[in-house]
């Protein structure tokens, strides 16, 4: 019989693991070490990957939460970099999973000039040999725009409009607005054109300025100053511009999907909604921008608006449908939304601490809609998400159990919920925990994860120091205390994940602790979370650890498997497994369950579709607080045998 001093015993052998407003959202770290990032940009080639530009002229790939080292395409030789030039912007062509065509924006010298440039958008083609590689000699000018004599306000988005026509964003070249107003300049424009398969480009015919004499036939818009992030929506195709102001107001400039374009967004006679009082006077036809604010009412002060995305992914339902936008350097991320009259609401989402130096040069999506912030100062990619301390869910879990010769080795299986990738930590301990009393600790343990649903081996580790995520791991505090444990750092998209613990050699055996720890994401749930192993007499129980955080409870289902493991070609599985649940801030033992249709919630667990498959595994029902728990399955009478431990988050 288990009595509640042994459990105590035991716990102190596992280590605890630690029509809406839009939600709070906080940017979670999610790749480090790039070089002033100016762009986030993804292709439709079902990579999952995202590729980020850097000023100084290098496109680097993240690859399943990996920053590769090589960069994809590197053109330092070719551009000019100093304020706000360089390498500005990136757009992959609608077929480029069929003919690999992506385009760059960039500055380049002008002969003869000290601080002017060209403003170059070139395409290039992916190499046929390596996805994550481009052909540097495949380049093809698309189109040059002559910036003279300033260095400043070079625009530099362009993007893919849903008509499949190019949308370049081109500043007014520090000039004070002049060409802005100009029809016959393309500085201070958004332009709208065609590019050609063979090289450069041609006007669409439906531009809106090809009949204006005079009027230069690539213009879209006009009347901005310098339009450094715009997007379209990718549920309908609106377009919103972010146009950075002159010294005083920022703003935001809307155009509803199927409009005939031919916009005058103001500037330099507007800023904002602010007339600045030109010679001609403020007697001007123009589009307000729907949302604008002063630099001065920000707390540490406003300097340039970074134009985002409008959210369409799925992972936060609560910001469905928000036009998200902030500032480069006060520190601020807004979501916006009309009312039913259509005056667009901004709310706060995020505000930086003063001390944290947070410079937001772009937003970026994935392909399932996800938002994603640069910090130009820190290099660093972050992930959108509520904070962690507001979703109830499952964060992580760590299970004991004895590491045997042969197929005697600890498994332990986690679910990825939900529709967006999620990073996680898994290690594997071993020697440590002769420091917390526990007798034949697993010498030096190896961890390898596989996915489920093909057997494929993701990663293999033995002795953390020597990942290549070791400084990541560290700096997230997941570093195991042992250099002879194991440690693997991986970006994950949904599914069902295998890890195994082993001795090294596959000869060492005994006492091991596999762990799955939360990083980011934690809309994005673990639903399912599972090990197996040997279940002994005396102390050598399987015992599992999870943590429950949020600021409400969650509902978890918590099941003891063995008998049943026959049927699946286990040998030695545990006859009849006894589950006990003890909660850890006050060492109370909450449930315990021999013979799952003995429980009170036996009708539920069933109708859940969670029941155990034989009559004499154990099985609980529960609605749990946040918190740190522990689950310990052993052997009534003192039986022995292969056991599973699972945690399920229901609904």
């Known amino acids: ?202 006007i669409p015919p439906t531009n809106p300025f090809v009949a204006t004499p005079g009027a230069l036939p690539e213009i879209w818009d006009y009347g901005l100053r310098n339009p450094w992030r715009f997007s379209f929506d990718r549920a309908n195709g609106d377009i919103f511009i972010g146009d950075v102001g002159g010294g005083l107001w920022e703003e935001v400039n809307f155009e509803p999907a199927g409009n005939p374009g031919g916009h005058n967004f103001g500037w330099p006679v507007f800023e904002g909604l602010q007339c600045s009082n030109p010679p001609g006077g403020c007697d001007l036809d123009y589009t307000r921008p729907i949302i604008a604010y002063s630099r001065s009412q920000l707390p540490f002060g406003g300097i340039a608006v970074t134009g985002g995305y409008r959210y369409r992914g799925e992972a936060l339902p609560m910001l469905q449908g928000y036009y998200v936008y902030g500032d480069l350097s006060g520190g601020e991320i807004w979501a916006a939304a009309p009312d039913a009259a259509g005056t667009w609401t901004p709310t706060l989402v995020f505000q930086s601490p003063a001390s944290s130096g947070f410079v937001l040069s772009t937003f970026g999506q994935d392909t399932s809609g996800e938002l994603y912030v640069a910090d130009y100062v820190t290099g660093t990619i972050s992930r959108l998400t509520p904070p962690a301390t507001t979703i109830p869910r499952a964060s992580n879990i760590s299970t004991r159990g004895v590491v045997g010769g042969g197929d005697d080795v600890l498994i332990g299986g986690f679910v990825v919920g939900g529709t967006a990738p999620k990073t996680v930590v898994i290690t594997a301990a071993g020697p440590s925990l002769a420091a917390a009393g526990i007798s034949s600790p697993l010498p030096d343990p190896v961890l390898t994860l596989v996915r489920s649903s093909d057997g494929e081996v993701l990663a293999v580790n033995d002795d953390w120091q020597v990942s290549p995520a070791a400084a990541r791991i560290a700096e997230a505090g997941l570093a195991p205390a042992d250099p002879h444990e194991s440690a693997i750092m991986v970006t994950l998209p949904p599914g069902a994940y295998t890890t195994v613990v082993s001795g090294a050699g596959g000869a060492t055996t005994g006492v091991g602790i596999v762990g799955v720890y939360e990083v980011d994401h934690p809309e994005t749930p673990l639903v399912n979370l599972s090990a197996r192993g040997q279940v002994l007499a005396a102390d050598n129980v399987m015992i599992g650890g999870f943590v429950i955080q949020g600021s409400g409870p969650q509902r978890v289902v918590v099941t003891a498997i063995g008998p049943s493991l026959a049927a699946a070609g286990v040998g030695d599985a545990l006859q009849n497994p006894a589950l006990t649940l003890v909660r850890m801030s006050d060492r109370s033992i909450i449930a315990t369950n021999d013979d799952w249709p003995s429980s009170p919630d036996a009708a539920a667990i069933q109708a859940l579709g969670l029941a155990p498959a034989d009559a004499h595994e154990s099985a609980v029902l529960l609605t749990l607080e946040p918190g740190a728990y522990t689950a310990i399955v052993s052997g009534v009478g003192g039986g022995t045998g292969v056991g599973i431990v699972a945690m399920y988050t229901v609904h």
């Open 1 to 202: 019989m288990i009595t509640r001093r042994f459990l105590l015993s035991l716990i102190g052998a596992i280590p605890l693991l630690v029509g809406a407003a839009p939600p709070p959202l906080v940017p979670q770290p999610f790749v480090s070490g790039l070089n002033s990032p100016t762009e986030i940009a993804q292709p439709d080639d079902a990579s999952g990957r995202l590729f980020v530009t850097e000023q100084g002229g290098t496109v680097r790939v993240i690859r399943q939460g990996q920053l590769l080292p090589t960069p994809f395409l590197d053109i330092t030789q070719k551009l000019r970099v100093d304020i706000e030039q360089g390498l500005l912007g990136l757009a992959f062509d609608p077929l480029y999973a069929a003919n690999g065509h992506f385009y760059i924006y960039y500055s380049r010298l002008h002969p003869g000039d000290e601080f002017g440039s060209d403003l170059v958008v070139e395409r290039y083609t992916q190499s046929a040999a390596n996805p994550d590689i481009a052909d540097p000699a495949s380049a093809s000018l698309v189109i040059a725009i002559p910036s003279p004599g300033r260095r400043l306000h070079n625009g530099g988005k362009i993007a893919f409009g849903p008509d499949g026509y190019l949308y370049i964003g081109v500043g007014d070249g520090g000039t004070g607005g002049l060409p802005a107003q100009s029809l016959a300049e393309q500085r201070g424009k958004i332009l709208r054109i065609a590019v050609d398969p063979e090289g450069g480009f041609s």
